[in-house]
């Protein structure tokens, strides 16, 4: 199989796996009125190829790159891998598609400059906190500051999704006197945040669990049973909340034949492009060479946070008529996310 074989190589595919989550979204914003149980369908379809794919090439190769070879292929690793280790990898999809699903609704409810921050970052926390704990690596003083920084960036995120919410949105006449009319904040889509960070939190220490010990998975084998894990599980969640929408009205299964050829591939091309940066991360993870460990690379990952926030601010013009104050708050917030980032980055030297 293929791994890094040096700290550079490694820090390269985390890049790309930060890169990978936090732009797999745009795919659900570019579908237009698509509904996300039905994007997420096609979704999960592209992520289930691309990690097949991944195994049978990568995984499957024979040597580790940079070092020559190791001979150790993607169906040895299932071969030998215990009933334990392949039920984490197994249950890592599951608690993964979950906070997932949560992530894709708060989207369609509050944007992704705020879905993903609050999200991701929370997950972030939880996750290099678990994995560190799972398999102790790099400078914790680093590590932690640079987790904390990022929690002062989440905090700052709400706040100004909160400020934003508030504004000024019109004045009528009453009486001789200028009422100001502001809107009612409906903080579903922070909750659905919330929740899908705790959960998204919770998978990456399952995934190091299922490579422990003798009878441990690789990374492309955990790779793939945990994309099993999210496509098995799609159909008992994503009928759930089709039933019970977080938004809109209940929606039926013939609804997904109608679709048009560009919103079925869109669906495809997220889950691909989300497979590659986790596969990307499970292999950095999984290197003894690059000197990372899981609670680096899955740190770094989520600089995913930074580039979906970037997405919807610059892109999306999510928060498009922005006050001053709302505007320092967004600047602030990417300040700190980078200096979270370096921090965290740094841990590993």
């Known amino acids: 199989m293929i791994l890094p074989h040096s700290y550079m190589a490694a820090l390269l595919l985390t890049v790309l796996s930060m890169i990978c989550w936090g732009s797999w979204a745009n795919t659900q914003k570019l579908t237009g009125k698509w509904r ?31 070092s020559g070879g190791d001979g150790f292929q993607f169906l040895d690793d299932l071969a030998r891998a215990g009933r334990r280790n392949m039920a984490y990898g197994l249950g890592a999809g599951v608690v993964f598609n979950l906070a997932n699903m949560l992530l894709v609704a708060a989207i369609a409810v509050a944007g992704m400059s705020v879905a993903f921050p609050v999200a991701i970052g ?14 102790p690596q ?10 904390a920084v990022v929690v002062a960036a989440i905090i ?8 934003h919410s508030l504004k000024e949105s019109g004045k009528e006449i009453k009486a001789g006197k200028t009422r100001h009319v502001v809107p009612r904040v409906s903080w579903r889509g922070i909750v ?42 799609t159909f008992i969640f994503n009928l759930f909340f089709m039933n019970l929408p ?43 060479d690059a000197h990372l460990g899981p609670a680096i690379s899955y740190g770094l990952g989520q600089g995913a ?45």
């Open 36 to 66: 996300f149980e039905l994007f997420y369908f096609d979704y999960t379809f592209g992520l289930m190829i691309a990690a097949i794919v991944a195994a049978f090439t990568f995984g499957s190769l024979g040597f580790q790159f940079g």
């Open 305 to 349: 946070t930074l580039i979906s926030a970037l997405w919807g601010l610059l892109i999306w013009k999510e928060f498009r008529g922005a006050v001053p104050k709302v505007k320092l708050y967004l600047t602030l917030m990417i300040l700190l996310f980078a200096i979270g980032l370096t921090l965290i980055s740094t841990a590993a030297l």
């Open 122 to 135: 929370l997950a972030m926390v939880i996750g290099v906190v678990g994995n560190y704990f799972v398999k």
């Open 138 to 147: 790099g400078n914790p003083s680093l590590l932690f500051l640079g987790v």
């Open 192 to 233: 659905l945040s919330v929740v899908s960070g705790v959960l998204m939190g919770s998978f990456y220490p399952l995934v190091e669990m299922g490579k422990q010990g003798d009878a441990g998975l690789g990374p492309y084998a955990i790779s793939f049973l945990f994309a099993l894990g999210v496509f098995i599980s």
């Open 156 to 163: 700052l995120d709400a706040v100004a999704y909160r400020a």
């Open 246 to 288: 977080v938004q809109g009205e209940p929606v039926e299964i013939p609804a997904y034949f109608r679709g048009t050829m560009k919103q079925h591939l869109l669906g495809l091309l997220g889950g691909v492009i989300w497979a590659v940066g986790t596969i990307s991360n499970f292999v950095v993870a999984s290197a003894p």
